[in-house]
């Protein structure tokens, strides 16, 4: 079946403007991560959403960046006046939240944003 | 705090050398533990992963990986890299609870040089 998508692939901004990155996750995966892939930094977990329950903002750095999700599938993240320290490869991964404890994630291609 | 710790940052080795990545994590309790691997202009993809049993975990492309508990280690290893092999590995660790998102470590370029 289809995997993880985000879109755009590429994102160039200016300086203080918004962005907004999409994920469609997996058909049924009922778990989505929101990562940040800086150069030389790996990865850097910003949010996870698990079904209805509240999701867990803890890794997001600043209160610039919010994130949603819709209907339980579709995921938006939100870098409002984004810094030139926002680029990086934003990733989403989903995984399912089933009767196992198994917690492999699937990961969509990225979002290669460039904060000029 | 999780952390997970990769000793190399840039491995170059020749093709049909051995390959062993160091992965070491701070964690007190069971972990799921992981392989991911991104090759050139590819999306992260799972190489290989551990959740209990056998501490010795076979993945794809002849990679493999031991869990030793007592060293909190989870080293990657292939007895035989090729050039297709050049790629980022990273190693991961969640508790094995729930699904939770995944702690990775800053990761390794290998580069297989013929």
């Known amino acids: 079946g289809a995997g993880v998508s985000q879109s755009p692939s590429n994102k160039v901004t200016e300086k203080g403007k918004d962005v907004e990155l999409r994920c469609d996750p997996i058909?049924?995966?009922?778990?989505l991560y929101w990562y940040r892939q800086s150069l030389g930094q790996g990865l850097e977990f910003l949010i996870y959403f698990q079904g209805n329950s509240a999701p867990d903002k803890s890794g997001l750095p600043s209160d610039r960046f919010s994130a949603e999700r819709t209907g339980g599938s579709v995921s938006t993240l939100t870098i409002q006046r984004t810094q030139q320290e926002d680029s990086a490869v934003y990733l989403c991964?989903?995984?399912?939240?089933?009767?196992?404890?198994?917690?492999?994630?699937?990961f969509g291609p990225g979002t290669r944003l460039t904060v000029l | 705090a999780q952390s997970v710790s990769q000793h190399n940052h840039h491995v170059i080795l020749s093709e049909a050398a051995s390959l062993e990545l160091g992965c070491n994590y701070s964690y007190g309790g069971t972990v799921n533990l992981f392989w991911y691997v991104q090759y050139p202009g590819q999306h992260l993809q799972l190489l290989l992963k551990y959740f209990s049993g056998d501490p010795l975990v076979k993945g794809i492309k002849g990679f493999e990986a031991e869990f030793i508990k007592s060293k909190f280690s989870f080293n990657l290893r292939k007895p035989s890299v090729q050039w297709s092999d050049t790629a980022e590995y990273f190693c991961a660790v969640s508790p094995s609870s729930g699904n939770t998102p995944l702690v990775f470590g800053k990761g390794t370029r290998l580069s297989v040089i013929a």
């Open positions: 058909s049924g995966h009922t778990a």
């Open positions: 991964a989903s995984s399912s939240g089933g009767g196992d404890s198994y917690n492999e994630q699937f």
